[in-house]
């Protein structure tokens, strides 16, 4: 446990310390949301019909954009062999990076997502749903992407590789995240998306992990 | 007499390999290889570019698969029980894994932590490779050989009993690579294993030599 959580603490020293990748991520979305009334016209009924959707798809946009670093500085470095080599196991340690991961880029991201929301005039009954929707499906995201992080390691244009394995696998959370919140205005109870956004990220906690670690291991044969 | 972590008495181990075979990117690097060290003992890689130094101390640590051949310690096969296989090794590999903008410090607790070592073990590690005046300097100021003796000092911040060195003594000045010896020396007195590879010139006393172009495949004619 004591190795567990060094190693969070350590990629929150990094991420504070270069500080740069958490701080684009967050500058990316604001970005790109403030964007759309550029592009769609600023009527607001409009803007509110098309809240959820945009803040959802920007934002997992921008957490792709920090995902294929997850592991590659440290493969490079040597870190991640010495890591391996270290009694915990690789599950763990993929855990690990992926919580520090989540707590310098998903969190701020659902932090932000309400300020941008009202950007777009979403209507008074979407806050809370939106902010409880990412914060049960951006964890996912940063798990589902760690998988995809492993597997691309060492790939000349990680980057692009990375985002056509991954993004497919954010539609689900994509679609019950957007649905709560339109769920929420229109006066339906939102649990049952809230429900299976929980069940994905219980099923990703174990099984992202596992093949994260396979994938990483097979990296440093 | 006082104790340092590192001279811990190491109970009677034994760690041995026999018909050992590697194959790196479909070409068969060495075969027939069988090896046995008692506690105490050292072992020294030599033998040409390519003739699988690194691969062997890659086998030696779990992270590569045999082809052919098992591992044994004290007699148990070391390849059903991989992490407790980890959790007796140190690694030092080509690469440092230090991180530019951790400190030496830091450095070197994390890594401590991430064994189960104590930060009290930190100190006593940076003054065996002199490294004290760097404590708090962040290791991109850091010159090649400090470097190298930092990852070094890995190996007394936290006690194992086999150390896989690889190279060890690259970069290293004549007061670094005496330090070097005298950590190794300290290690087998306690009943430590060390298996070093090296080009150089490693006066470790009473080290059995493996000449590793001995086990190079036999070519057919």
Redesign the interface.
């Given at each position: 446990m004591s190795a567990f959580l060094a190693v969070v603490q350590r990629d929150l020293r990094l991420a504070l310390r270069q500080g740069s990748d958490a701080a684009l991520v967050v500058a990316f979305f604001v970005l790109a949301v403030v964007l759309f009334p550029f592009g769609v016209g600023p009527e607001p009924q409009l803007l509110a019909r098309i809240a959820a959707g945009v803040v959802w798809v920007t934002a997992l946009l921008a957490a792709l954009l920090s995902l294929d670093r997850l592991f590659q500085l440290d493969y490079e470095d040597g870190s991640l062999e010495a890591l391996a080599l270290t009694p915990l196991s690789l599950e763990a340690l993929v855990l690990a990076k992926c919580l520090a991961h989540w707590l310098t880029t998903g969190l701020p991201l659902v932090l932000a997502a309400p300020v941008l929301a009202a950007l777009l005039q979403l209507e008074g009954e979407g806050y809370l749903p939106l902010v409880l929707a990412m914060g049960l499906g951006t964890p996912s995201l940063s798990l589902v992407g760690a998988v995809g992080a492993a597997l691309t390691l060492g790939a000349r244009r990680a980057g692009v590789l990375l985002s056509l394995l991954v993004l497919p696998l954010y539609i689900p959370v994509l679609i019950f995240g957007v649905a709560a919140v339109d769920q929420a205005v229109a006066g339906i109870s939102i649990l049952p998306h809230l429900s299976i956004l929980a069940a994905f990220l219980l099923a990703a906690l174990p099984l992202a992990p596992l093949a994260a670690a396979a994938a990483l291991r097979s990296a440093l044969e | 007499m006082a104790h340092s972590p590192e001279t811990s008495p190491l109970s009677r181990f034994s760690f041995s390999g026999s018909g050992l075979a590697c194959r790196r990117g479909g070409r068969l690097v060495f075969q027939g290889l069988d090896f046995a060290l008692e506690a105490g003992g050292a072992l020294l890689l030599t033998g040409p570019n390519g003739s699988g130094k690194s691969s062997l101390l890659r086998v030696m640590?779990?992270?590569?698969?045999p082809s052919a051949g098992s591992l044994a310690w004290s007699g148990a096969a070391v390849a059903e029980d991989l992490?407790a296989h980890?959790?007796r090794?140190h690694?030092v590999?080509?690469?440092?894994?230090?991180?530019p903008?951790?400190t030496v410090s830091?450095t070197l607790g994390?890594?401590a932590?991430?064994?189960?070592g104590a930060r009290a073990a930190v100190p006593p590690a940076l003054a065996r490779f002199h490294l004290e005046p760097l404590a708090d300097l962040p290791c991109r100021f850091l010159s090649a050989g400090q470097r190298r003796r930092l990852a070094l000092a890995r190996l007394v911040a936290s006690p194992a009993p086999l150390w896989l060195l690889d190279e060890p003594s690259t970069g290293l000045d004549e007061v670094s690579t005496s330090d070097l010896l005298a950590a190794i020396a300290r290690h087998r007195e306690a009943g430590g294993m060390v298996v070093a590879a090296t080009h150089a010139d490693l006066p470790l006393a009473g080290a059995a030599p493996l000449a590793m172009q001995d086990f190079a495949p036999r070519r057919a004619a």
């Open positions: - | 640590a779990g992270l590569t698969t992490p980890r959790a090794l690694f590999g080509h690469l440092d894994a230090l991180k903008v951790l830091e994390f890594w932590a991430m064994r189960g």
